[in-house]
């Protein structure tokens, strides 16, 4: 897998892309600024574009306006945002016109490089990552009179890992459960969110983040 990293922290840059050669991962560029990461991905062809949410010099959302650009340049681009506080507003920009290809992960998920190249690999094959923590805030504030609210704790537990991009398989070994159960916990989350359970990963990611766009 070939990645390009965009990260205006060099320490931060760096020391993902010491990480990810250890790992195996080709990384074809590393910048700091919005133009040197179009330009690199022009030329490198990555698989994955890593990217800081913000960057110079505005150090806002350049990164999500650089996620738009490469989408419509390179669309076969999966684009792995990076973000160093849950920012809702900003997910469901990111996601509302297709959230294929497309993760949200926080910076302290790099702490555990297994689970950030899981991510890495699902985004690489056309699927969705979305941190759990994003989905945490939502349904710690969801109102009593929605949807979200009537799920157990349980089903918080495993709708978190859903929209990670993680198949019934993968739910039930990070959980230790069968997967007969997480099939049961998935069938009741859905029918309580009135989605359709579809059997294909990225379509239930995608079910997930639709709903949340609400």
Known sequence: MRVVIADDNLIVRDGLAALLREAGVDVAAQVDRVDDLLAEVDRCAPDVAIVDIRMAPTYTDEGLHAARAIRARHPRVGILILSQFVEVGIVNRLITQSAEGLGYVLKDRLADLDE????????????????????VDLLSTAPAGEPLAALTHREREVLALVAEGRTNHGIAERMVITEGSVQKYVSSIFG?????AGDADHRRVLSVLAYLQH
């Open 192 to 196: 309580k969110l009135g989605l359709p």
């Open 116 to 135: 950030f190249i899981a991510a890495l690999h699902r985004v690489a094959d056309g699927g969705s990552a979305l941190d759990p923590k994003v989905l």
